[in-house]
């Protein structure tokens, strides 16, 4: 479930992923520690529960701690990975975060895939971009299963850490960015050229952020 801490958690980007999601759509939350990944997917969680939907809030270290207490104790491995697949949503927080072992890798896989193919959607919160989330679950050489987990999720868009105002841009949701830092040096035009930058605004280039997609 929600942590205690984000059971109040909202966010101006919450409602537009929950509608996503609530199409059978996904999420992919990006960006460095700190800069509000697990509130915004929080928000988005409890949108979607006060709307009816099932959702779990975990992550991969507490579901792989789960399949362990099976090993000669209650349940079975099997239930575990039931549970996480009958779900409306599954939340996985800080993937990437878990030691990235052959077998961590096939638990992985097996949960990011059943959601895949019974085309129910994954919100996943992360700090890796998704070639850097590649090599970290590939790190022990199998890079095919890496490749097949990371293609089942959805694809990063830029969400602001600081502040986000949503303006609607031919008939797209754009997300304009605002922060109290200012670049030490000048800098190219604003991410991918939809907004230019002035003189001393802020540069998204050298500060903190986060971003999400919906597929």
Request: glycine fraction near 12%; charge should be positive.
């Given at each position: 479930?929600?942590?205690?801490?984000?059971?109040?958690?909202?966010?101006?980007?919450?409602?537009g992923i929950a509608a996503k999601v609530e199409q059978g759509r996904g999420a992919y939350i990006c960006g460095p520690v700190g800069t509000g990944k697990t509130h915004l997917a929080s928000a988005v969680a409890r949108l979607l529960v006060d709307g009816g939907t099932s959702v779990r809030v975990t992550d991969m270290l507490g579901v792989l701690?789960?399949?362990?207490?099976?090993?000669?104790?209650?349940?079975?491995?099997?239930?575990?990975?039931?549970?996480?697949?009958?779900?409306?949503?599954?939340?996985?927080?800080?993937?990437?975060?878990?030691?990235?072992?052959?077998?961590?890798?096939?638990?992985?896989?097996?949960?990011?895939?059943?959601?895949?193919?019974?085309?129910?959607?994954?919100?996943?919160?992360?700090?890796?971009?998704?070639?850097?989330?590649?090599?970290?679950?590939?790190?022990?050489?199998?890079?095919?299963?890496?490749?097949?987990?990371?293609?089942?999720?959805?694809?990063?868009?830029?969400?602001?850490?600081?502040?986000?105002?949503?303006?609607?841009?031919?008939?797209?949701?754009?997300?304009?960015?605002?922060?109290?830092?200012?670049?030490?040096?000048?800098?190219?035009?604003?991410?991918?050229?939809?907004?230019?930058?002035?003189?001393?605004?802020?540069?998204?280039?050298?500060?903190?952020?986060?971003?999400?997609?919906?597929?």
């Amino acid at each position: 479930g929600i942590k205690p801490r984000f059971m109040t958690a909202a966010s101006p980007m919450a409602e537009g992923i929950a509608a996503k999601v609530e199409q059978g759509r996904g999420a992919y939350i990006c960006g460095p520690v700190g800069t509000g990944k697990t509130h915004l997917a929080s928000a988005v969680a409890r949108l979607l529960v006060d709307g009816g939907t099932s959702v779990r809030v975990t992550d991969m270290l507490g579901v792989l701690a789960a399949i362990k207490g099976t090993y000669g104790g209650d349940g079975t491995e099997d239930g575990v990975l039931s549970r996480l697949s009958r779900v409306g949503c599954l939340v996985l927080d800080d993937l990437g975060k878990e030691s990235p072992t052959d077998w961590t890798l096939g638990q992985v896989f097996r949960v990011v895939n059943d959601r895949y193919e019974n085309m129910r959607p994954v919100v996943v919160t992360t700090q890796y971009g998704k070639s850097d989330l590649i090599r970290r679950l590939a790190k022990n050489g199998d890079e095919e299963t890496a490749v097949a987990i990371v293609s089942r999720l959805s694809l990063p868009l830029p969400v602001g850490d600081v502040r986000q105002v949503r303006a609607a841009r031919q008939g797209q949701e754009a997300i304009e960015w605002r922060t109290l830092t200012r670049c030490p040096r000048s800098c190219a035009p604003s991410w991918r050229g939809r907004a230019s930058r002035r003189p001393g605004a802020p540069c998204a280039a050298r500060r903190g952020r986060s971003t999400a997609t919906t597929s």
